[in-house]
């Protein structure tokens, strides 16, 4: 692991009104890591990443990604910069094709007449689409049909493949296995290895301890807004990140509050 992180959140508060959903979190995500972001609903984990993707403008702190502080204002100055956010519905547009939903938004055009004519080169989208799927080892039979038709697994393969061809620095996943049948699971688990393996963190969400400890380095549980533990997954287990997640443990006071 690099001794720098790729991104850093410092004192990051969000209020909305006269309520607070995150209170002074501060969180190091390095190269190549897998990190957890637990808590129960409500706890502030979504909120987090919604500052971090450019969803919501945080009320106080600092996020730095590679370095330097950034203010991202909309989903897409993220996106620019690396950060690629996989939320459970996936953002994905079914009527189209695998191609173009990967290339959807940045789609590739031909020139012709001095740019006059300018039609979809959709071979080229297919060939490009075609190799960001085989390095992650996913085959998906026919890649011109809608996406709709595709499994749940498929469609998680898709928008991994797609946030890896515009070669995202970080990837962030909210409970990406969620109504998932136990194969498609498996397979989306060996994507984040995958990921690992080629140095792209990922933030995961997940209310599966399982898969968490199956894929994580590192965990960080939140409870009501705050963060309550960061370990990493070989100093805990599944029973005692409960009793963090509902409050009943909190390494910040370091006693367990009074019934």
């Not at 330097?68 to 519905?89: L, M």
């Not at 039979?141 to 697994?153: D, F, R």
């Not at 960080?220 to 309550?228: E, Q």
Request: charged share 25%; net charge negative; glycine share 8%.
């Amino acid at each position: 692991m690099q001794d720098d992180p790729i991104l850093s959140i410092r004192n990051l508060t969000k209020k909305f009104g006269g309520l607070t959903a995150v209170d002074d979190f501060s969180l190091d995500v390095f190269p190549g890591e897998v990190v957890a972001l637990l808590g129960d609903n409500g706890a502030g984990k979504s909120t987090v990443i919604k500052c971090v993707s450019g969803v919501h403008t945080p009320s106080a702190g600092a996020i730095s990604f590679e370095g330097e502080v950034v203010h991202f204002s909309r989903p897409i100055d993220a996106r620019t910069k690396g950060i690629e956010t996989i939320y459970q519905d996936l953002a994905l547009a079914n009527n189209l094709d695998v191609p173009g939903n990967v290339f959807l938004g940045r789609e590739v055009e031909k020139r012709y007449l001095g740019g006059l004519i300018r039609p979809l080169d959709n071979k080229f989208m297919l060939s490009e689409t075609q190799q960001a799927l085989s390095t992650l080892h996913v085959e998906i039979p026919s890649l011109q049909v809608p996406i709709e038709t595709l499994s749940g697994g498929q469609r998680q393969a898709v928008a991994i493949a797609r946030a890896v061809y515009w070669e995202a620095r970080l990837m962030i996943m909210d409970e990406p296995t969620n109504n998932l049948g136990v194969p498609e699971q498996k397979k989306v688990l060996e994507l984040i290895n995958k990921l690992r393996e080629r140095g792209v963190p990922v933030i995961l969400i997940s209310h599966t301890l399982p898969e968490v400890f199956a894929v994580s380095d590192r965990l960080v549980v939140m409870h009501r807004g705050r963060k309550v533990t960061e370990k990493k997954v070989s100093q805990t287990n599944s029973e005692e990140v409960v009793q963090y997640m509902v409050g009943a443990l909190d390494d910040t006071r370091q006693t367990a509050p009074a019934e």
